[in-house]
């Protein structure tokens, strides 16, 4: 058993198919836990923006309630695998709230109460502005990832520093030679194939920003606005962690500035210790991507698209694909199922940002799929605006779905 990808989904991967006894590897093309998993602000939530109430008029019981314990039980699984490790585990309630419109927070209580979770509506809030309340959830938690994938590698046999190319009829070629394994998980963040899954028409990339600030007040719990465009919050080892300032990849956003603005306004005396940033796959529904590859890649599987919520959705992953896999039924098969239609607006849009790309007459190119690359002047990179891929002003390979380094292109 082969699984490329050595963020969180793959560690865990690994770790669940190890404990049924099957024989598996990881190839990570650079340093474990180095991409997005090192990035995520790791909160541990069933409770992902208003989802439960949209999930139910557009998809129905099924789904919605499907998706609801699913994450209950990767929430649980934490809960229990954290317990023997070390890795500042904290239990918090947690809040997605709204500067408008109560009614559909109002809402999403009565949706998450009704497929079988636990909300209340919550009227007063900690946060240096007016809400509308909050949808809150109890006794959700927020860790360190990276302490408990770094434990769980330990026993497991990872290959960092190199790379999967491409899959062969046996197995996968990387940039060492090859491997032969009769079945395979890709699992890094974008799916690199495009031959099978249409996963570049199925997904963009978003991407967000984080300040880690001292002297800002604890807030005593995790904080998402309803909106995309919004703010999220939540307190580490004496910071409060800010987030926001989102935008495609590739495209123009509010970025560390806006956060910065916020916080001179509402935490005068705070001071910004850390910066950082990451990206997110986002679905056409909503729901991530973990099964099958594609119909005409049998022994092949996924997990991908998590919309911002990597940490429970790597977790739901693990186990849906241990099943697989190992030839067990999972009840949650079809809710995530890669599949499923991509009769959707968002194809559309995909699709023009697609074309858009092919069809721009500049230099430098993705080499993904020949996009017309921009240039991040604020991270000083090359970000693609088709499918979210990112360079080094020398042309290395930051972020996939592009799965080799670009020639040095010219700055400016």
């Given at each position: 058993m082969l699984i490329i990808g050595g963020g969180m989904t793959g560690i865990l991967c690994a770790y669940m198919l190890q404990k049924r006894g099957v024989d598996c590897i990881l190839c990570?093309?650079?340093?474990?836990?180095?991409?997005?998993?090192?990035?995520?602000?790791?909160?541990?939530?069933?409770?992902?923006?208003?989802?439960?109430?949209?999930?139910?008029c557009r998809l129905g019981k099924t789904v919605a309630q499907g998706y609801?314990?699913?994450?209950?039980?990767?929430?649980?699984?934490?809960?229990?695998?954290?317990?023997?490790?070390?890795?500042?585990?904290?239990?918090?309630?947690?809040f997605v709230y709204a500067k408008k419109d109560r009614r559909s927070l109002e809402e999403e209580v009565s949706a998450i109460n009704a497929l079988g979770g636990t909300a209340r509506f919550a009227e007063h809030l900690p946060l240096p502005f007016g809400t509308e309340g909050a949808v809150c959830v109890p006794q959700q938690a927020q860790f360190h990832p990276l302490k408990?994938?770094?434990?769980?590698?330990?026993r497991l046999r990872i290959f960092e520093n190199t790379r999967v190319v491409e899959l062969t009829p046996?197995?996968?070629?990387?940039?060492?030679?090859?491997?032969?394994?009769?079945?395979?998980?890709?699992?890094?963040?974008?799916?690199?194939?495009?031959?099978?899954?249409?996963?570049?028409?199925?997904?963009?990339?978003?991407?967000?920003?984080v300040l880690g600030l001292e002297d800002a007040p604890n807030l005593g719990g995790m904080y998402v606005d309803a909106a995309m465009d919004g703010l999220s919050f939540r307190?580490?080892?004496?910071?409060?962690?800010?987030?926001?300032?989102?935008?495609?990849?590739?495209?123009?956003?509010?970025?560390?500035?806006?956060?910065e603005q916020f916080a001179r306004g509402h935490y005068s005396n705070a001071q910004v210790r850390y910066r950082w940033a990451t990206q997110d796959c986002m679905t056409l529904d909503g729901?991530?991507?973990?099964?099958?590859?594609?119909?005409?890649?049998?022994?092949?599987?996924v997990a991908t698209g998590y919309n911002k919520w990597g940490m429970t959705s790597s977790m739901v992953a693990a186990m849906l694909l241990a099943d697989?896999?190992?030839?067990?039924?999972?009840?949650?098969?079809?809710?995530?199922?890669?599949?499923?239609?991509?009769?959707?607006?968002?194809?559309?849009?995909?699709?023009?940002?697609?074309?858009?790309?092919?069809?721009?007459?500049?230099?430098?190119?993705?080499?993904?799929?020949?996009?017309?690359?921009?240039?991040?002047?604020?991270?000083?990179?090359?970000?693609?605006?088709?499918?979210?891929?990112?360079?080094?002003?020398?042309?290395?390979?930051?972020?996939?779905?592009?799965n080799r380094n670009k020639g040095k292109p010219r700055s400016g």
């Open positions: 990570e093309a650079e340093k474990i836990c180095g991409g997005v998993t090192q990035n995520t602000t790791a909160k541990l939530t069933i409770q992902h923006g208003l989802f439960y109430e949209k999930t139910l609801l314990r699913s994450q209950t039980e990767a929430l649980e699984e934490y809960r229990k695998l954290c317990a023997d490790y070390f890795c500042d585990w904290e239990e918090v309630d947690s408990l994938a770094y434990a769980l590698a330990k046996n197995g996968a070629r990387t940039d060492h030679g090859g491997i032969r394994a009769k079945r395979v998980v890709v699992a890094t963040h974008f799916p690199f194939i495009n031959r099978h899954g249409l996963y570049f028409l199925k997904m963009y990339q978003h991407r967000s920003y307190n580490y080892d004496g910071m409060l962690l800010l987030g926001g300032g989102a935008h495609r990849t590739g495209k123009r956003g509010g970025c560390w500035h806006e956060l729901l991530p991507y973990i099964g099958q590859y594609s119909k005409k890649m049998p022994h092949v599987y697989l896999v190992t030839d067990r039924k999972n009840p949650y098969a079809e809710v995530y199922d890669p599949s499923r239609s991509v009769l959707h607006w968002q194809t559309a849009v995909n699709l023009l940002e697609s074309a858009k790309g092919i069809l721009t007459p500049t230099v430098p190119r993705c080499p993904h799929l020949g996009c017309a690359l921009k240039y991040n002047r604020l991270e000083h990179s090359w970000d693609c605006p088709c499918h979210g891929s990112r360079f080094t002003e020398d042309g290395r390979l930051i972020e996939n779905p592009a």
